[in-house]
């Protein structure tokens, strides 16, 4: 089982992973991981929550980090990969990416699951 997803977003690729030893920086900014995740998997999602997902796990804060730098580094008004990809493909696109993100970081997932794209060809990374 592996814990980070290759996922390749509006043409470029990124390696996304909320690491176990940052997991609760997440959790502490966004609340809990798994409840967060039984919210995307039943379609309960808002555009910020999986904003949230995306981001944190393309650009986490250091092992180091403390909840202040975590904060600070994960602030709205930074650039978002996530927030640029929804303008163009609209964000339901991206729930199966923050669901993967969170399962893989909770659970592990599959090599052969480890994928994700939102190219229309289904072609994955």
């Not at 940052?22 to 919210?39: C, D, K, N, Q, Y």
């Not at 949230?52 to 180091?64: G, K």
């Not at 990809?85 to 609209?90: H, I, P």
Request: proline letters at 6%; aromatic letters at 8%.
């Amino acid at each position: 089982m592996i814990s980070t997803i290759a996922a390749r977003v509006c043409g470029t690729d990124y390696a996304c992973a909320i690491p176990r030893d940052r997991l609760h920086l997440f959790e502490g900014l966004h609340g809990s991981a798994v409840a967060l995740l039984t919210r995307i998997r039943a379609g309960n999602w808002t555009a910020d929550e999986l904003r949230a997902v995306i981001d944190f796990s393309i650009s986490p804060p250091p092992a180091s980090s403390s909840f202040e730098g975590a904060f600070l580094r994960n602030r709205s008004d930074k650039p978002s990969v996530a927030g640029d990809a929804f303008v163009q493909n609209g964000p339901a696109v991206y729930a199966p990416l923050a669901a993967l993100i969170l399962f893989a970081a909770l659970y592990g997932v599959p090599e052969e699951a480890s994928t994700f794209t939102d190219e229309a060809d289904g072609e994955d990374a």
